[in-house]
């Protein structure tokens, strides 16, 4: 079991480089499985979720090789499994990505229902929905979806409420479906647009991605590409969290302000000095943080991935802040553990009200889910003495190397294993 122990108060300053995303990098490797070509894909992180998912393409008969953060993907011959294990998907909610996919290559897909973070029921129904109104036979049974379809066709298919998964599904499987495909209601979030720049790499036709309404005219096959994932925007805005948090002056290079623009708009409402550049965001913090409220919601707004970081920071700012989570009914699990490091939070339930400024002081605290992990380092490096973050098992699905890249900060965290 891997833990942090971190030493507090910091003061971060310095320059990191931004990671590629997770978020994009999974349903551009599940991406592989449309296709008899091989498909290289550049600024690959090293984390957890990535690891699970080339295991998951492993079985299904795609074998990777991997350089550094370069990942090459060749599918494999005839005869391969069509099957994703509940093994190999429970830790990972990305499995269900290959369901779209499988189905439109293979006409066949097992695939079981999805883990990872317990931060609320997040059904895949509208995948379903989606995949039966393209011509797919869709049963449920012993935990599993099996979906079947000679061939796809091409439909008009309006998302209830906008899901980034099911979009990037229902993408990739209109690929190759007969026809043109009209997807309404979708999420608009980078990461399905940088799917789609892949996807058209590889000879797809598709136009609207990043908008409401996305277009697809499906082709008769695939071929292999090369593409280079975007900047992660939640490690990104986490490590500008954790500048202003600790009244530093931090540089992230290798990345874009327009995947930021609703954290950095309220960084800079709470005091934060935010310079642009071509690729990099510096932040820093002369003078007291400001408490500022926040509403979650689907790209453009707040993200949901940065509401506990954000809540983190607010603990240190003057006043009080109401923090709304639309998106995820169970996503306030790092309240307690903020609690025992002595913030003062009120939840009333989905808001949020948070009492600042308090002095944090370090202890041991446990990590519940990806971002409720990365909230609680940022806490211990503001906090007086020393704070042991459990179960960091969590953290290592989303960041890569955090204790290397927060020491190159100045920060004093080291990972133990005990």
Do not use: W
Not at 20 to 47: C, F
Not at 85 to 99: C, I, T
Request: glycine fraction near 12%.
């Amino acid at each position: 079991m891997n833990r942090f122990h971190i030493q507090g108060p910091n003061r971060l300053a310095g320059t990191i480089e931004a990671g590629g995303a997770k978020n994009a990098t999974l349903p551009a490797m599940a991406a592989s499985l449309l296709t008899d070509e091989p498909l290289v894909l550049r600024r690959v992180p090293r984390v957890q979720d990535i690891r699970t998912m080339a295991r998951l393409l492993e079985h299904l008969g795609v074998e990777n090789e991997a350089d550094d953060e370069v990942v090459r993907l060749v599918p494999g011959g005839p005869g391969r499994p069509d099957d994703a294990p509940y093994e190999l998907v429970k830790q990972m909610r990305a499995g269900v990505l290959v369901l779209g996919p499988l189905l439109a290559r293979r006409g066949h897909a097992r695939v079981s229902l999805p883990g990872g973070c317990a931060i609320g029921v997040r059904p895949i129904d509208q995948h379903l929905a989606g995949l039966e109104a393209l011509g797919a036979e869709v049963t449920l049974e012993h935990g599993y979806v099996d979906a079947r379809a000679k061939q796809l066709v091409g439909a008009r298919y309006r998302f209830g409420m906008p899901t980034v998964g099911g979009t990037e599904n229902l993408l990739m499987a209109a690929a190759l479906a007969r026809g043109t495909t009209r997807l309404e209601n979708c999420a608009r979030e980078p990461e399905i647009v940088d799917l789609a720049r892949l996807l058209a790499r590889m000879g797809a036709q598709i136009e609207g991605a990043g908008q409401d309404t996305i277009k697809i005219q499906g082709v008769e096959s695939l071929s292999g590409a090369e593409h280079s994932i975007i900047a992660d925007r939640i490690e990104t805005g986490t490590y500008l969290v954790a500048a202003a948090m600790t009244g530093g002056d931090v540089t992230v290079t290798g990345t874009r302000a327009a995947d930021l623009a609703p954290l950095l708009e309220k960084l800079a409402e709470a005091g934060c000095r935010i310079e642009l550049g071509d690729d990099s965001l510096r932040l820093s913090l002369e003078g007291p943080l400001r408490a500022r409220d926040v509403v979650t919601a689907p790209h453009p707004g707040f993200p949901t991935d940065l509401q506990a970081q954000y809540m983190a920071l607010m603990t240190q700012a003057d006043g009080v802040s109401t923090i709304c989570e639309t998106v995820f009914e169970n996503r306030f699990q790092h309240v307690p553990e903020l609690g025992r490091m002595g913030a003062h939070i009120e939840i009333d339930g989905s808001y949020a009200r948070v009492h600042g400024p308090t002095g944090l002081s370090g202890a041991k605290v446990m990590a519940t889910d990806l971002r409720a992990s990365a909230c609680l380092v940022l806490a211990g490096l503001a906090a007086e003495g020393r704070t042991v973050v459990d179960r960091i098992y969590h953290l290592d699905r989303g960041y890569e190397a955090m204790e290397h890249k927060l020491r190159a900060l100045g920060a004093r965290v080291e990972r133990v294993s005990e």
